[in-house]
């Protein structure tokens, strides 16, 4: 498994492979730490793979603003992110009671990563040129980052899903 602490300090970057398809890596430097692609041209699915284990983020319906993130091949949910009304916060709910809070810029191009409410763990900076990207920042070692690498690719979703205006706020 991947631990994320590992890159406090180090340049870590979300960016599309390429123009046409809807295929992302998640980098440190050369190194691939993470890929995240959509598997149909206008799904709102997405398959993600850290390290040996791979995960799926999907809207339970349409008009829903909760996110279920599941291991692939399994039927239930290892946790769920509901948004506010507006989609500028969204609360994580992980196993074992666990509470990850996320707050998203007005303008769709930022997402921070919180421990509770105020101890900061990650910052993501979303570009937009031909090619999507991202600029993710770790502020401070966490063992939720840690044992859930796959939150920061969840940040990143929840922002495409904002950008596209895909009915992800009511």
Same mark, same amino acid.
């Given at each position: 498994?991947?631990?994320?602490?590992?890159?406090?300090?180090?340049?870590?970057?979300?960016?599309?492979?390429?123009?046409?398809k809807?295929?992302?890596?998640?980098?440190?430097?050369?190194?691939?730490?993470?890929?995240?692609?959509?598997p149909?041209?206008?799904?709102?699915?997405?398959?993600?793979?850290?390290?040996?284990?791979?995960f799926?983020?999907?809207?339970?319906h349409?008009?829903?603003?909760?996110?279920?993130?599941?291991?692939?091949?399994?039927?239930?949910?290892?946790?769920?992110?509901?948004?506010?009304?507006?989609?500028?916060?969204?609360?994580?709910d992980?196993?074992?009671?666990?509470?990850?809070?996320?707050?998203?810029?007005?303008?769709?191009? $930022?997402? &921070? *990563?919180?421990?509770?409410?105020?101890?900061?763990?990650?910052?993501l900076h #979303?570009? %937009?040129?031909? +090619?999507?990207k991202?600029?993710?920042v770790?502020?401070? $070692?966490? &063992? *939720?980052?840690?044992?859930?690498?796959?939150?920061?690719?969840?940040?990143? #979703?929840? %922002?495409?899903? +904002?950008?596209?205006?895909?009915?992800?706020?009511?």
């Open positions: 498994m991947i631990k994320l602490s590992e890159y406090l300090g180090k340049n870590l970057l979300i960016r599309q492979k390429s123009f046409w809807r295929e992302f890596e998640f980098l440190s430097d050369n190194e691939i730490i993470g890929e995240m692609k959509y149909k041209f206008l799904s709102e699915q997405v398959e993600c793979k850290i390290g040996n284990e791979k799926i983020f999907k809207r339970s349409m008009f829903s603003n909760v996110v279920e993130i599941r291991k692939q091949g399994y039927e239930l949910p290892i946790a769920k992110m509901d948004s506010n009304f507006f989609a500028t916060k969204g609360i994580l992980l196993p074992r009671g666990k509470k990850i809070s996320l707050k998203f810029g007005l303008l769709n191009n $930022r997402a &921070e *990563i919180y421990l509770g409410e105020s101890d900061l763990l990650a910052t #979303y570009k %937009i040129a031909f +090619k999507e991202c600029d993710v770790i502020e401070k $070692r966490s &063992e *939720i980052l840690d044992e859930y690498p796959w939150i920061i690719l969840l940040a990143f #979703y929840f %922002i495409q899903l +904002k950008r596209r205006n895909t009915g992800i706020t009511h």
